[in-house]
């Protein structure tokens, strides 16, 4: 089973950029089955996906965040990142990782395994 | 985007009884290339990431006891836990992937009386 682990600051001020990274380990990053994405979850809120990423490079992004939204991928660390510009405080959540499941012909994503979250505060 | 709408938001039950919670989508989540609804649930445990129970309405992951089942079709869908444990305590959220963006449901949460 895959294990992932999100990094990066727990506090981030107003206007700048969150930047976080997930590291995967117990199966590869490249796998041809499967995608890796972001999910986040404010304060007693739902649950929000912020996108996917192909091991290739390919992106999907949730259209409400795609302005300031850039994901990247580093096959060779075994590690995903992303970027998130122009922070306020409706960006503070709870950030995952999570190994998906792309099905091409309805464009619908599944999340099997999940990183444990980083809490990121955006507060000056 | 697919709005998902769970109720209750919460419900208490007594260990061994039953819990029901319900989902409902806005529109059709049933894709016709395979005939299956693209509804997940997952449960999330204090200070846990959520973990995948069941994948097109009703088929459990691997590892989840078989008191969990879930069932619907079309845009209403509904997650049983059968036989309470205290272990089930947590938030329920339903997740359509019929469309992108994937949305979630609120969330329920189950809790033992």
């Known amino acids: 089973q895959p294990q992932l682990q999100e990094s990066g600051p727990g506090l981030v001020k107003p206007s700048e950029t969150l930047s976080l990274t997930c590291t995967v380990s117990?199966?590869?990053?490249?796998?041809?089955?499967?995608?890796w994405g972001w999910i986040r979850q404010p304060p007693g809120k739902e649950l929000e996906w912020i996108g996917s990423?192909?091991?290739?490079?390919?992106?999907y992004y949730n259209p409400s965040l795609k302005s300031r939204l850039t994901m990247s991928v580093d096959t060779a660390k075994s590690q995903f990142s992303l970027r998130l510009t122009a922070v306020t405080a409706a960006d503070t959540a709870v950030y995952y990782c999570?190994?998906?499941?792309?099905?091409?012909?309805?464009?619908?994503?599944?999340?099997?395994?999940w990183g444990q979250g980083i809490l990121v505060t955006v507060s000056s | 985007d697919i709005v998902m709408t769970q109720s209750p938001d919460s419900l208490a039950v007594s260990l061994g009884g039953r819990a029901t919670i319900n989902c409902k989508s806005s529109?059709?989540?049933?894709?016709?290339?395979?005939?299956?609804?693209?509804i997940n649930w997952y449960q999330q445990k204090p200070g846990q990431p959520p973990k995948l129970l069941i994948s097109?309405?009703?088929t459990r992951e691997s590892g989840v006891p078989d008191r969990f089942s879930g069932s619907g079709s079309g845009t209403d869908f509904t997650l049983t836990i059968n036989s309470l444990q205290a272990e089930d305590v947590a938030v329920y959220y339903c997740?359509?992937?019929?469309?992108?963006?994937?949305?979630f449901g609120q969330g329920t949460k189950v809790e033992i009386k």
């Open positions: 999570a190994r998906t499941t792309y099905y091409y012909e309805i464009s619908g994503y599944t999340f099997d395994f």
């Open positions: 529109r059709t989540v049933l894709n016709s290339s395979n005939n299956k609804n693209c």
């Open positions: 990423i192909y091991y290739r490079g390919s992106t």
């Open positions: 097109w309405a009703s």
């Open positions: 997740q359509q992937y019929y469309d992108s963006p994937p949305t």
């Open positions: 117990g199966g590869s990053i490249s796998s041809s089955d499967y995608y």
